[in-house]
């Protein structure tokens, strides 16, 4: 699996945008780039993924480079509830099979 | 409430013991996919299945685990003659299976096994 890179930790304040950045320069054309997060004491969640194009749902937004190399999550407006680890994760085109974490990034939100 | 149930939520067991845990995952998903998480670190895959056949398993997954899903809905994972490396975070998590890398995945609240 091609490997991503992410800072360890961030920090933001609240209703303030915060940009999450993922390296992954070994990427191929056939991976699309996913985001989970993880708040606290529960599983992770799915937050959004992408192919080539920016994405946009009501949680995030997907920056994606023009070379694909790296990515950015965007979080609009951090509320405290978005306290979280934030998980960039590639995913090949034709399998659809395991989520391969790495150890992702910390998210701290501050009034 | 209709997402992935996993039980017990906790777990605390004698080294040298078995425990088992289950998933319960979201009814209509065909995929059902066990990882594990220690502090600090992020998931690793264990297994997975599709309906009731177990199409990967991790290097991780030891002779000493087993996970079963029979009839292709609830799953049980087995760990026998724990060891106290065997303390983690287990999570199950569903899917519907959906092919080209788009397939959400929908995670349970795990289950935290402690190995004395």
């Known amino acids: 699996d091609a490997k991503t890179t992410q800072p360890n930790s961030m920090e933001s304040n609240e209703e303030e945008p915060v940009h999450l950045p993922c390296n992954h320069s070994?990427?191929?054309?056939?991976?699309?780039i996913h985001w989970y997060r993880q708040l606290p004491s529960q599983g992770p969640e799915y937050v959004i993924h992408?192919?080539?194009s920016n994405v946009n749902n009501r949680m995030a937004s997907l920056a994606i480079a023009e070379d694909r190399k790296s990515s950015t999550l965007i979080l609009h407006r951090a509320t405290l509830r978005d306290a979280a680890v934030y998980y960039c994760?590639?995913?090949?085109?034709?399998?659809?099979?395991?989520?391969?974490f790495g150890t992702g990034t910390r998210l701290q939100v501050t009034l | 409430d209709t997402g992935v149930s996993q039980n017990p939520r906790h777990k605390i067991t004698k080294r040298g013991q078995n425990v088992t845990f289950r998933c319960d995952p979201i009814?209509?998903?065909?995929?059902l996919y066990w990882y594990r998480q220690t502090l600090g670190q992020g998931p690793e895959f264990l297994t997975y299945?599709?309906?009731?056949?177990?199409?990967?398993k991790s290097r991780l997954l030891s002779d000493r685990f087993s996970a079963e899903r029979p009839k292709g809905s609830f799953s049980t994972l087995e760990i026998q003659r724990t060891e106290q490396g065997d303390s983690a975070m287990y999570l199950c998590?569903?899917?519907?299976?959906?092919?080209?890398?788009?397939?959400?995945?929908?995670f349970g609240p795990g289950t935290r096994l402690t190995v004395l």
């Open positions: 998590a569903s899917s519907l299976g959906l092919a080209g890398g788009i397939d959400e995945q929908f």
């Open positions: 070994t990427i191929s054309g056939t991976d699309y």
């Open positions: 992408g192919l080539t």
């Open positions: 994760i590639l995913r090949d085109i034709g399998t659809a099979s395991k989520l391969t």
């Open positions: 009814s209509e998903h065909n995929r």
């Open positions: 299945f599709q309906n009731e056949a177990q199409l990967e």
